[in-house]
């Protein structure tokens, strides 16, 4: 049985530190899934609109999600999860502030989805979660970015 040298596990062990250091300074990740088609579009809606480039993106089933969500959050698949330097909303509390995070109008819009009460959205948001992949279908992969947009992508 061959075992890693003790300086090249400190090193590993360094190395995932660091690693998740840099995930950790980034203060806003939208998490999701990564073979949704509504989910595609809805990052690209994000990519488009959040002109200072605040939010960055990362699926579900990769390994940014693995280091920072507990595995309820990844294991379903049914909500879209954002995480702000530590705090985690999920469903429609996520998208109002994701909302929050682009221009005036959207601003403006996601106030009046938080007008709403919490449980009528999250009906809302679970009906066309539940029915998204026959809605708007599923992807055989997860999202590719383009060059330009590989800097705003998490594993």
Request: overall charge positive; aromatic content about 10%.
């Amino acid at each position: 049985m061959s075992t890693m040298p003790a300086s090249l596990a400190a090193l590993s062990e360094v190395e995932s530190e660091l690693n998740l250091r840099e995930i950790e300074a980034v203060k806003r990740i939208l998490f999701f899934d990564g073979v949704c088609g509504l989910c595609h579009w809805s990052v690209d809606f994000v990519l488009i609109r959040d002109l200072n480039g605040k939010i960055q993106f990362a699926p579900l089933q990769g390994e940014t999600a693995r280091s920072l969500l507990a595995p309820a959050e990844i294991s379903q698949l049914n909500s879209v999860v954002f995480w702000n330097a530590g705090r985690v909303d999920r469903k429609s509390s996520a998208v109002v502030r994701v909302l929050w995070q682009l221009s005036l109008g959207w601003q403006l819009v996601g106030t009046l989805l938080w007008l709403i009460p919490l449980p009528l959205r999250n009906l809302g948001y679970d009906l066309v979660a539940r029915n998204r992949y026959a809605l708007f279908g599923k992807k055989p992969s997860c999202r590719v970015p383009r060059p330009e947009e590989r800097i705003r992508f998490l594993p």
